[in-house]
């Protein structure tokens, strides 16, 4: 089949924060793959930038190790692998004081694209902008990529936002959220709005609920300090669950252009109601014998931060009033599964008796692992002996027809950078969203501080507390297995 990959122009990366986790986990191996499948300009210029002073060749050894450790690099790839460290270089810069940035102005080419990969911790976000423009070395055409999180709450996020807005235009700041980059979610998008069959269905007369999970079974993982001063709301639920309820609420775009999908999604963030207090369950992981697992992992034995969420909440339009939207995400749970569950409703009347049961469909949209699409159809089970009903998957994702790209598949992080080069924002959070995002969740945790509010313990390895079970029971549903 032929390539129909829209092509990247030569570029300039500077990652900030080059030698650091999400730089060698992540972007470094996710460059090289993109760089293995041919969509990289052999001029593209890779520059990495952190404060430790390392020359070219040193800095060249730690991505050669980055991408054996995390890229699964084949031994094979040795001389692609040679090629691509040529691309690569780096410069020691201080955020905060004036080393480097001479020389990185230096380093960077004019008349090629400029992007800048804010790989560090949130606190310096507003000195690169500061300085990137006040050495001149951001053009008009220059992008910055910004990590999350983004704020802490409504008031740092506006004023992140502002002080980017001072150096750079909105059209320039891609706001990160992998999520968005997972092939499943962009399918998610084609299955809704290029298909007839669905969208009809897409409202509450005809979906009885909607839930999204994502669950951990990794803990605290030595960030300890900044998740406890986050936990899992601000963690998970204000940027990843947020944006995929937006792509599951949203009405369709008029095109698929970023502004005309981010207008939706932040006119669905809006529609959010207030949560009750009786809708929110929060979780702290603990041992099977009740030691605070969660409080010793964050060093902070009186820590209130929930490791676990779920909560029921309304998208307050026409398309969805009376449909709940249960989310649910926590850490150390019995399985790593992201997955959103769109069930649809009973057949408004059941002609096969009781003894057939009673089945619902439900469309499942897996982003890890084995990211896939499944709609589960009831039909007949096959042979004699009367009118039995089984639901079955029907995969929706990988055709067989499609078998032979699967293997090209782009991680997140690999497809949202080549989006960066070519400009391409529909895949990024636009500050107003992130605001609104902010804007929902702020009443809800200063409801719970107001309150004194504790979490619940959960033990390490199951499905969060006993409370979360009961937020659906109550309501005659149930949780997805976390499988
Ligand atoms: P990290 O491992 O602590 O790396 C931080 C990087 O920033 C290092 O390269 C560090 O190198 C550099 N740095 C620190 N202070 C600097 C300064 N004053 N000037 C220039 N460089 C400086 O952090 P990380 O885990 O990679 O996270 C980076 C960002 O990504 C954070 O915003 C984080 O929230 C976000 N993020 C990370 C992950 C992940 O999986 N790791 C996932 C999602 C989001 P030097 O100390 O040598 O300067």
Same mark, same amino acid.
């Given at each position: 089949?032929?390539?129909?990959?829209?092509?990247?122009?030569?570029?300039?990366?500077?990652?900030?924060?080059?030698?650091?986790?999400?730089?060698?986990?992540?972007?470094?191996?996710?460059?090289?793959?993109?760089?293995?499948?041919?969509?990289?300009? &052999?001029?593209?210029?890779?520059?990495?930038?952190?404060?430790?002073?390392?020359?070219?060749?040193?800095?060249?050894?730690?991505?050669?190790?980055?991408?054996?450790?995390?890229?699964?690099?084949?031994?094979?790839?040795?001389?692609?692998?040679?090629?691509?460290?040529?691309?690569?270089?780096?410069?020691?810069?201080?955020?905060?004081?004036?080393?480097?940035?001479?020389?990185?102005?230096?380093?960077?080419?004019?008349?090629?694209?400029?992007?800048?990969?804010?790989?560090?911790?949130?606190?310096?976000?507003?000195?690169?902008?500061?300085?990137?423009?006040?050495?001149?070395?951001?053009?008009?055409?220059?992008?910055?990529?910004?990590?999350?999180?983004?704020?802490?709450?409504?008031?740092?996020?506006?004023?992140?936002?502002?002080?980017?807005?001072?150096?750079?235009?909105?059209?320039?700041?891609?706001?990160?959220?992998?999520?968005?980059?997972?092939?499943?979610?962009?399918?998610?998008?084609?299955?809704?709005?290029?298909?007839?069959?669905?969208?009809?269905?897409?409202?509450?007369?005809?979906?009885?609920?909607?839930?999204?999970?994502?669950?951990?079974?990794?803990?605290?993982?030595?960030?300890?300090?900044?998740? %406890?001063?986050?936990?899992?709301?601000?963690?998970?639920?204000?940027?990843?669950?947020?944006?995929?309820?937006?792509?599951?609420?949203?009405?369709?775009?008029?095109?698929? &252009?970023?502004?005309?999908?981010?207008?939706?999604?932040?006119?669905?963030?809006?529609?959010?109601? %207030?949560?009750?207090?009786?809708?929110?369950?929060?979780?702290?992981?603990?041992?099977?014998?009740?030691?605070?697992?969660?409080?010793?992992?964050?060093?902070?034995?009186?820590?209130?931060?929930?490791?676990?969420?779920?909560?029921?909440?309304?998208?307050?339009?026409?398309?969805?009033?009376?449909?709940?939207?249960?989310?649910?995400?926590?850490?150390?749970?019995?399985?790593?599964?992201?997955?959103?569950?769109?069930?649809?409703?009973?057949?408004?009347?059941?002609?096969?008796?009781?003894?057939?049961?009673?089945?619902?469909?439900?469309?499942?949209?897996?982003?890890?692992?084995?990211?896939?699409?499944?709609?589960?159809?009831?039909?007949?089970?096959?042979?004699?002996?009367?009118?039995?009903?089984?639901?079955?998957?029907?995969?929706?994702?990988?055709?067989?027809?499609?078998?032979?790209?699967?293997? %090209?598949?782009?991680?997140?992080?690999?497809?949202?950078?080549?989006?960066?080069?070519?400009?391409?924002?529909?895949?990024?959070?636009?500050?107003?969203?992130?605001?609104?995002?902010?804007?929902?969740?702020?009443?809800?945790?200063?409801?719970?501080?107001?309150?004194?509010?504790?979490?619940?313990?959960?033990?390490?390895?199951?499905?969060?507390?006993?409370?979360?079970?009961?937020?659906?029971?109550?309501?005659?549903?149930?949780?997805?297995?976390?499988?």
């Amino acid at each position: 089949m032929v390539s129909r990959v829209i092509p990247v122009g030569t570029f300039d990366l500077v990652i900030f924060g080059g030698t650091g986790d999400l730089s060698r986990r992540k972007i470094l191996p996710g460059l090289f793959r993109r760089f293995l499948a041919g969509q990289m300009p &052999d001029d593209a210029r890779i520059i990495g930038a952190a404060r430790a002073k390392l020359d070219n060749d040193a800095y060249r050894q730690l991505v050669r190790e980055a991408i054996e450790e995390f890229g699964h690099a084949d031994p094979g790839f040795e001389s692609e692998l040679a090629t691509f460290l040529e691309l690569v270089s780096y410069v020691p810069i201080d955020a905060r004081g004036e080393m480097g940035w001479a020389q990185l102005a230096k380093r960077v080419r004019s008349g090629v694209i400029h992007a800048y990969y804010f790989s560090v911790g949130p606190g310096l976000f507003g000195d690169l902008a500061e300085r990137l423009h006040g050495h001149g070395i951001a053009n008009e055409n220059a992008r910055i990529v910004v990590e999350k999180p983004f704020g802490h709450d409504l008031k740092s996020a506006r004023e992140l936002n502002r002080t980017l807005a001072q150096h750079f235009s909105e059209r320039q700041i891609f706001r990160i959220d992998h999520y968005l980059g997972k092939e499943t979610v962009q399918n998610l998008m084609a299955v809704r709005f290029a298909n007839i069959l669905f969208e009809p269905l897409w409202n509450a007369q005809f979906v009885d609920h909607v839930q999204i999970t994502v669950a951990e079974t990794v803990g605290v993982d030595g960030r300890g300090a900044y998740y %406890d001063k986050s936990g899992a709301m601000r963690d998970m639920v204000q940027n990843h669950m947020m944006q995929l309820l937006c792509l599951i609420a949203m009405e369709p775009p008029s095109r698929f &252009d970023p502004d005309a999908v981010r207008d939706e999604k932040l006119k669905v963030i809006r529609s959010l109601e %207030d949560v009750d207090s009786h809708h929110i369950v929060r979780g702290q992981y603990v041992s099977p014998e009740g030691e605070p697992l969660y409080r010793l992992d964050v060093g902070n034995p009186r820590s209130t931060t929930e490791s676990f969420i779920a909560l029921k909440c309304h998208v307050s339009n026409w398309r969805w009033s009376g449909t709940p939207f249960y989310l649910r995400t926590g850490k150390k749970l019995k399985a790593r599964m992201s997955e959103i569950a769109v069930v649809f409703k009973d057949a408004p009347h059941l002609i096969f008796g009781q003894e057939a049961g009673r089945h619902c469909n439900t469309l499942s949209i897996r982003l890890q692992p084995d990211e896939g699409m499944t709609l589960n159809v009831t039909i007949k089970e096959p042979g004699p002996g009367g009118m039995r009903l089984i639901d079955v998957p029907l995969d929706m994702t990988f055709a067989e027809a499609l078998a032979d790209q699967l293997d %090209d598949i782009p991680e997140a992080y690999e497809r949202l950078i080549m989006d960066v080069m070519r400009g391409d924002q529909t895949l990024f959070m636009r500050g107003d969203e992130v605001e609104a995002a902010w804007a929902w969740t702020d009443p809800i945790i200063e409801g719970w501080e107001k309150r004194g509010d504790v979490p619940k313990p959960y033990e390490v390895g199951s499905a969060g507390p006993e409370d979360a079970m009961m937020l659906m029971h109550r309501d005659g549903r149930r949780w997805r297995e976390i499988k």
